[in-house]
């Protein structure tokens, strides 16, 4: 039977499972606390999908779905709050997907049938998830056998979040069979004809060398073109999807950093010097530096080169014994002591190989340390390790080696091998357990040994004490009980010489600048009105973030949707002189041109010179050294050679064109060019076609009041 540990190593293979949980009793007692009003009307409500309402409730429940299994799957007891990000916003965009695409397929009478998800789970088609989680990893093979044991028992045989983990497997095969289903149905529905494969080959076949003419916007003085208003109004009109605008809120904030002050260092210096004695008596050092200490012990063995130049002074050139103390000294914002904890000549790196028993329960620790007892027996009194190894080791990688893991050095293996591995010698056997199972291990050879030592450190970081808190808050609270204004604010910030940050922030941001856990900022700053100092959801105008104390004011507020034209005219004026110089630069052109057949007399008249752009084809997307210039390309590659182009209008400038040479390639199979456009055309279909439905739906969304 296949056991849940088998199920999260091997599905973490084949399934890509971004999940975990929220913390949301703060969420609830937060709506709770205004009494019941909050709760009235559409207050619970994370956002809406096509007219379907997604309660907090419910999405809550599904994010907490996911995170057993990701807890399962990771066997972490706590998530990270970039991983509740990730899983929240796994969630819902597998609600989005569903609600959007269950209508089309029902529609379309796509589904999976009871029969084909028999198939795909034991019958003669086994899904690959499946086959990873039940293939043999010795004969390569898929034990059908396990599939129906482990099945059989699924009710009452197994423990509920291996069922659990089983049924969500299962859910995660239907709809990539239902997805596939819809992507193969849109596919076979696209279609490349004769005439587009032929014009795909020619514009990827001919290839033009051309000699050009720029005029740089840059050119023209603003002065020499006139704009009016009412040309800024109808571009502003004409081109809206150009000043589309996102949901912002602007924010100005100052900064009340919390920095250890004097009497800190002073405290924290006459602390270390107090406790030298104590150090220097212990008689258990790793005990001693891991309950003293603010950085736990370091057990890693150190060559002289390895160490700061001090220490290994100390302990090499001035033959420091076992215990001897050095310091206190200042080092990294800390007052710190050393202390030798152990000398030895070692080995910088070591050969060995090892036969690995895997155990995935407690029943299998048990009955696999016997195991690792008796083969540890058996190769002392003369088996053959390579023999044992091929036969029993779990590591198929090294076990084809007879265990082999050849020559490494420290840091390259887990800790509990690495350390047996480095103290036997040579040929010993030892037993050590880690995170994969229980290795036998033997190490069959030694490198030349060095003096390499362990230092414990006894480290005492230097840090704001309760009275720097207070004092640093005091100030504050001083500014922000003088300045309830945005005024007030601004003229404070001005009169003591503050540094005023700023920062632009979306509905969904984490952080604000590099301030620690600033979320609430981001929420409040969307609930607060523009003009006014930032309050939290207590009503302080004081955040108080990592070391750092906080006040903000919110000084604009940006809704989605098409920029007012006011907001957007200095970038409109730009476009608009931009087009206006196109225009007047194309005149000039022409008036030169009038005439002349010779492109470098053209230059001359222009007062500028010829210049040059190699094999470009019609599928180019810029001219070396311009950038991109579509018009241009275009108008290259549908030129005949030594004809000489009008004036084209690009991007950066006007240009004038002149073919030098076309290249036409050989390359005029039509089927070949049929078949790779279809196949372009069925990898895009895949996410192209839910996009579509994606883009129509109306979504809105508003866990950024939740979380």
């Not at 599905?11 to 971004?18: H, P, Q, T, Y």
């Not at 007692?29 to 009307?41: I, P, R, T």
């Not at 129906?148 to 497997?169: D, I, K, M, S």
């Not at 023209?220 to 109004?233: F, G, I, N, P, S």
Request: aromatic share 8%; net charge negative.
């Amino acid at each position: 039977m296949a056991t849940l540990q088998t199920i999260r190593t091997k599905a973490g293979l084949l399934v890509a499972i971004v999940i975990g949980i929220s913390l949301a009793a703060f969420i609830l007692g937060d709506m709770f606390q205004g009494g019941s009003s909050l709760l009235q009307g559409n207050r619970m409500e994370v956002g809406e999908i096509n007219g379907e309402s997604i309660q907090y409730p419910q999405f809550q429940q599904e994010v907490e779905k996911l995170g057993d299994i990701y807890r399962m799957n990771t066997q972490q007891n706590q998530l990270d709050e970039d991983t509740w990000v990730q899983v929240r916003e796994q969630t819902w965009q597998t609600m989005i997907r569903n609600i959007v695409m269950t209508d089309v397929y029902e529609n379309l009478g796509i589904k999976v049938s009871s029969d084909e998800l028999f198939d795909m789970l034991q019958g003669t088609n086994l899904h690959p998830i499946v086959q990873q989680l039940f293939r043999n990893p010795e004969t390569g093979q898929v034990d059908r056998g396990a599939v129906v044991q482990f099945l059989r028992n699924l009710e009452t045989g197994v423990a509920p979040e291996q069922r659990q983990y089983w049924l969500y497997l299962e859910d995660q095969i239907v709809d990539e069979r239902i997805q596939s289903k819809y992507n193969n149905l849109v596919g076979k529905g696209l279609y490349v004809t004769s005439l587009e494969a032929e014009n795909s080959l020619e514009g990827r076949n001919k290839q033009v060398s051309f000699d050009y003419i720029m005029l740089n916007h840059n050119s023209v003085a603003d002065t020499q073109v006139v704009v009016t208003d009412k040309e800024l109004r109808d571009y502003y009109n004409q081109n809206q999807n150009n000043y589309n605008q996102e949901k912002l809120r602007q924010v100005e904030y100052i900064t009340f950093p919390v920095e250890p002050s004097s009497e800190d260092f002073a405290a924290t210096e006459e602390w270390i010097n107090s406790i030298v004695s104590d150090f220097a008596s212990a008689s258990n050092n790793v005990s001693f530096v891991n309950s003293n200490s603010d950085v736990g012990f370091d057990d890693t063995w150190y060559k002289k080169e390895d160490l700061p130049e001090d220490i290994a002074t100390w302990i090499f050139e001035t033959d420091a014994e076992i215990n001897a103390i050095f310091g206190p000294y200042f080092e990294d914002d800390a007052y710190k002591l050393a202390k030798l904890h152990a000398s030895e000549m070692m080995p910088d790196s070591v050969e060995a190989r090892h036969i690995l028993l895997q155990v995935n329960t407690q029943e299998e620790m048990i009955s696999q340390q016997a195991l690792a007892d008796s083969l540890k027996t058996a190769i002392e009194n003369g088996s053959n390790f390579a023999t044992l190894a091929m036969e029993f080791s779990s590591d198929q990688g090294s076990a084809i080696q007879g265990g082999d893991l050849g020559w490494f050095g420290r840091g390259m293996m887990v800790k509990p091998f690495e350390d047996a591995a480095f103290s036997n010698k040579v040929n010993e056997v030892t037993i050590v357990n880690s995170q994969f199972g229980i290795h036998i291990i033997q190490t069959t050879a030694r490198g030349p040994e060095t003096r390499q030592v362990q230092v414990a450190y006894l480290v005492r970081n230097v840090t704001p004490s309760t009275q720097t808190y207070q004092s640093v808050y005091a100030k504050a609270s001083e500014f922000a009980g003088k300045n309830l204004t945005k005024e007030d604010f601004d003229a404070a910030v001005a009169e003591q010489n503050l540094n005023k940050r700023s920062a632009s922030l979306r509905e969904t941001d984490r952080q604000v600048g590099a301030l620690e856990n600033s979320r609430p900022l981001i929420r409040a700053a969307y609930d607060s009105k523009v003009g006014t100092i930032i309050q939290d959801l207590q009503g302080s105008t004081i955040f108080d973030f990592g070391d750092n104390f906080v006040i903000a004011t919110l000084v604009s507020a940006t809704e989605e949707g098409v920029a007012s034209f006011e907001s957007v005219k200095d970038r409109v004026e730009l476009a608009v002189l931009k087009q206006k110089k196109g225009e007047f630069l194309v005149e000039k052109a022409k008036t030169a041109m009038s005439g002349k057949t010779d492109l470098e007399a053209v230059a001359s008249e222009l007062g500028t010179t010829v210049r040059n752009a190699a094999n470009v084809n019609f599928t180019s997307i810029q001219i070396p050294g311009i950038g991109m210039e579509p018009k241009v390309i275009g108008t290259a590659t549908s030129l005949s050679p030594d004809q000489i182009s009008q004036p084209v209008a690009g991007n950066n400038g006007v240009f004038i064109v002149k073919v030098t040479t076309v290249n036409e390639g050989e390359d005029q199979n039509i089927e070949n060019e049929k078949a790779r456009l279809a196949q372009n055309l069925t990898f895009r279909a895949s996410s192209q076609a839910y996009n579509a439905h994606r883009e129509k739906a109306e979504v809105e969304d508003q866990r950024a009041k939740f979380y």
